[in-house]
Structures are given as structure tokens and as C-alpha cells.
């Protein structure tokens, strides 16, 4: 969750000069789209890296593990948000 | 201790998987320990050495600007007893360092990127600084200032789709106090 304090209103500003105020204060730097980690052959890439620097890396077949993890699973179900949430 | 929380339900959930105490940390709370909830800088939290058994982060660490990623592990050193855990899930990772910004968030509060990173433009995202690590920077921002009190490995979520498609996690970092 974002560790900040203030954040204006999505509504009262302008994306698009900010996109422009933005690109002005780091030239050269800004890629006019969103980060995709997805892409392919970006997460193999990565792996190879990881393992490269003698990072251990795991497989985990978190779809099968949430599927045996039925007390999980009922914990979540039943979870009922709190109505004095401020987000 | 779920660190960054802000609204989340983990510190509940957990509560009742695991009857355990558990915390909900966020600089949006009031300062100090009130009950359940720690309000303040994650990077400096009011809490003894070895507060905490295992400390998550769901969907925050991407968002501590500047040295705050290097700070905040270097305060989980203090405040996890040896022994204990760090979760981080998402962790996110990208053949090159990036930051993801929204520009109407990022404009207004002047925030300043990392020097190597490229800054991805995301129209409508809604937050302000979404840090991607290299395997290289996450060896030099997180790994190696405090190598000597954690090992840590990393977890590749290799078929998270099939509890939903929409799920965007590809990786996860845990950290071991030693």
C-alpha cells in the first residue's frame, strides 16, 4: 500500500499535463506506457539472472497450494470488510 | 505485522488462521502504538528489537520512494526476532531497473525517481511510484546492505492463474532472520 500521506484528487488535475510536466523534468527518461513484466522472455530472463548470482529461486505452484488450503480458503470467504474503512 | 496496510484485511485474516497477535502498520495511522494498529514510518516503527515473529508486505514495497526500500529492510533486521520471516508479495521484477508512475500523482508531489531506472508512464493507475528491481538491484538495494542478518530466497509464482487470471504476482521474496 502506498506509504505516503497526501494524494490529490484524481479529478482535479489533468493527466495529460502532468504527463507533459513530468516528461520536462526527466528528459529522456519516460516510457509512455505502463511496466510490463509480462512480456515475453522477461520473467525467463530474469530467472536466469537470479540464479546466476546464486539467488535461490523457487517454483511455487501457488494454484495448486491455495486449492489444499481450505482453511485458507474459508477464512477469506468468510471475511467480511469493516464499514469504518477510510479506503 | 503487516507493514504499509493502510485498509487491508491480512492483519484480520491472519488473526484468525493462525490466532495469532497481529499488527497493521501504516504512516496514514496516528503515530504510535494505538491498540492494533502502528502509525509512522515504517523505516523508524515504536516498537522494541525483535517486536515482531514474521512481517508481510502485500502490495507496499514497490511504493517506498527513494532509499526508503533500503531503509525499511534494515528496520525489519531490528524488529524481527531471529528466526523470523519477511514476506514480500508482489515482488516485482524486470529485466531493467523502473519505476511505474502515474504523472498526476508523481507531478504534484515532485518525486524523484532512481537515477537508473525508466519511468514508465501509467495513465489512470492512481499511484505515485511503483518500484520494478533488476535482479541487480535487488542484490544492491535489498540483498547485500543486510546480507548478514537475512537469507533470503525468491519464490517464481509459476501458475498463479489458476486461482484467478486476473492475479498480476509473478514473483515473491522471503527473508529468514538469522
Known amino acids: 500500500m502506498p506509504n505516503y500521506t497526501y494524494q490529490p484528487a484524481l479529478e482535479d488535475l489533468d493527466h495529460e499535463a502532468a504527463s507533459i510536466q513530468l516528461r ?12 510490463n513484466n ?4 522477461v520473467i525467463a530472463a530474469v530467472m536466469d539472472r537470479l540464479r546466476g548470482y546464486g539467488i535461490p529461486l523457487i517454483d ?3 494454484g495448486r497450494r491455495e486449492h489444499q488450503q481450505h482453511l485458507s480458503e474459508r477464512a477469506i470467504a468468510n471475511y467480511t470488510r469493516p464499514t469504518t474503512q477510510t479506503t | 505485522m503487516d507493514v504499509a496496510s493502510e485498509g487491508s484485511p491480512l492483519p484480520e485474516i491472519m488473526q484468525r488462521l493462525h490466532h495469532c497477535t497481529a499488527y497493521a502498520q501504516d504512516i496514514m495511522y496516528p503515530a504510535g502504538v494505538n491498540g492494533s494498529r502502528i502509525g509512522g514510518d515504517a523505516c523508524a516503527m515504536p516498537v522494541p528489537d525483535g517486536f515482531a515473529s514474521t512481517v508481510a508486505l502485500t502490495c507496499s514495497l514497490e511504493h517506498f520512494e527513494g532509499d526508503g526500500d533500503i531503509r525499511l529492510f534494515q528496520e525489519l533486521a ?17 529485466d531493467h531497473p523502473a519505476v511505474q508512475t502515474d504523472p498526476v500523482y508523481s507531478v504534484s508531489a515532485n518525486i524523484e525517481f532512481d537515477p537508473e ?3 514508465y ?15 541487480e538491484t535487488l542484490l544492491r538495494r535489498i540483498f547485500k546492505p543486510v546480507g548478514e542478518a537475512f537469507s533470503f530466497s525468491v519464490y517464481h509464482l509459476c501458475d498463479a492463474a489458476q486461482i484467478d487470471a486476473s492475479i498480476y504476482a509473478r514473483f515473491a521474496l522471503l527473508g529468514e532472520r538469522r
Open chain 1, 24 to 35: 520536462e523534468r526527466i528528459l529522456n527518461r519516460i516510457e509512455p506506457e505502463w511496466a
Open chain 1, 38 to 41: 509480462n512480456a515475453p522472455g
Open chain 1, 60 to 62: 511455487l505452484e501457488v
Open chain 2, 78 to 94: 531490528r524488529i524481527l526476532r531471529r528466526g523470523g520471516k519477511v514476506a514480500v508479495v508482489p515482488l516485482y521484477l524486470m
Open chain 2, 117 to 119: 531506472a525508466t519511468v
Open chain 2, 121 to 135: 508512464c501509467a495513465q489512470g493507475w492512481g499511484n505515485r511510484h511503483g518500484r520494478f528491481y533488476s535482479p
